[in-house]
């Protein structure tokens, strides 16, 4: 199709999306029937105007045998697409922007196939547009289906560092009172802080050694960084020995925060970044909730250090599986594009068989590294960028306010001290502790389901209105106008309502709000200033509570008061643009450099094309009742 005809998709769009939401219907299945017809191969060709100025990218993915310019079928140019769109990073609750993309590019290329079709009818039409929609947002769909074993114990091995940062958030709290008793509450102030205090370090200290070292090599560093320190905290002689232990843990922590989630997102195919996003974070609330069952049993003076001696065993195992972590192929090719290791590591963790194959997900990587890299070199460069032009500017403080308030509104003031707070509240304090855990647990799997649904503003708002009034409840219950027991519901309530938005959205806006190429910058300084928040709550809220005694939730409440004035007011909504939007903006990308040449095919208005149009019809009826019903399969 000539680029003029491309253009006039902008003026010939519906309103309405064409494409459906990709639900749960068996898409394996359907990916089977998809073969049967073809696939997104047999409707055209995607083919460059002429080679992309991209150094880096093989022959083979823009230049054909015979010299002209290579094409792509119309599902490897929607990879191109996610590729270049999705931030290399894993992130809770990015599934959202993965389907809008493949819905857009779906639409997109079904109209130009449509348009491109000579002598169709107007059933053809909608007949062609409907079939060629499913099929490539199928294929799209399918590397979300299909993983393979080496990919899957990459994963899993990359997530137990996030296992260990939620562990060790939690492992120090129900020992508290057993742990070298007669401290002061300074230094217990000192062993609490001393976690987050070192992870702003490890988390500068991660992102540099990735880059110049590889993802892989930062992910055993930070093994080994965790096994050190929870050796010493195993083996602690005195209060002192924890401190230093807690500081080397937390480091580990921040190391592993920085570069797990942009390994995965550099493993995984674009529509599993999302998935792995949750998994990294149900890693850490699972780390928090495994801490607080041990503690029931092993919260006592005799058995302590066992609760610590998790931390080596857990880094022993990552050690003993290293060979299996691989290393991340976008590194390796963005220092070499003609990587042979990185085209091997491709093979394995997409199961692919050809050498073709092979080369164009090459490209599609090459492809989306140079769509996300900045003019800028250095993270002080790519700052100034972003400060320097205002739209930006004002997306970097609402994710650095939202960041704050994050830590400010006290949530780890429960996850460090809930153990002394529901002392005198209820009888067994480690009980309430764990019930928190649980909740904590549930709270972010019911995010997931409400990530999709609702605005990312109003998932704010309602979890800092929320959370404040559960503040207000708390202050009533400990101050005895009611019942205590109103007390341990109020703390839930609290942590359900955080878990809801301002736990998972400071992070998602950052890769909704930002470009891709500025999110690595973005997420590293959210990542600093979370840390550090969290430094100062930890080693101030026990003073608080000595200070303000049953009104020490007061201050969270006013930091939750201005989170919500702030969100009303000033923070915009970040939950994207539509399919609809992106489409249109794909249309202006590739209309000068891309041209289709279709299959022509005469279509068939007989029963079983007639068939097909009303089964999509029914299946994307299916699927929106299921999304509005709540019942839809987010993890695919």
Partial sequence: MPPSEQES?????????DVTNGGTFDKIARSVSVGALGGSSSLGTFRFSETPDVKGIPKSYSISLDGRTEGLTPTELGR????????????FGLQKKERTISQAFASYAADIDVMSQQNLSQTDIESR????????????????????TPLVCAILLATMSQFLVGYNT??????????????????????????PGGAPFGAGAGGKLADSRGRRAALLMATWIFLVGGLIQTFALDMYSIIVARFIIGFASGFSSAVVPIYLGELAPPTLRGTLGTLTQFALVIGILVSNVMGLSFSTESLWRYLFAVTPITCVIQLALAPFLFESPRWLLGRDPSSLKARYIIKQLRGLRYDHQVETEVGHFVMGGAAQKTEQTSKKGVLGEM???????????????LQMAQQFCGINAVFYYSTDFFDGVIENPSIGTTIVGVVNVIATYAALLLMDRCGRKTLILWSSGGMFLSCIFIVLALRGIVSKVIALLAVNAYVIFFELGLGPVPW?????????????TAMSLCCQLNFSCNFIVGLGYPFLNQWL???SFVPFAVVLAFTFVYTLFILPETQGTTPEELAADM????????????????????????????AMEQLMKEEENEQQASTFNHGR
């Fill in 80 to 91: 191109q697409e996610l590729y270049e769109l999705i931030p290399f990073t894993a992130v």
């Fill in 387 to 401: 400060l320097g032009r205002s739209k930006i500017r004002l997306l970097l403080l609402s994710a650095l306010v």
């Fill in 9 to 17: 998709l902008l003026r010939k769009k519906n309103d309405k999306s």
């Fill in 170 to 195: 939690g492992v120090i709290n129900a020992p508290a009172n057993v742990i070298f008793k007669g401290h002061s509450t300074l230094l217990w102030s000192i062993v609490v802080a001393a976690f």
């Fill in 549 to 551: 005694d049953t009104l």
């Fill in 587 to 614: 249309v202006r990308r590739n209309s000068r450099s891309i041209t289709y040449e279709p299959n022509m095919v005469k279509e068939n208005s007989g029963e079983i094309n007639e068939e097909w149009r009303k």
């Fill in 508 to 520: 998602l806006i950052v890769a909704e709000m930002f470009d891709a190429k500025y999110v690595a």
């Fill in 129 to 148: 547009r409907s079939r060629t929609s499913m099929i490539i947002l199928d294929e799209l769909e399918f590397d979300a289906v299909l993983v393979t």
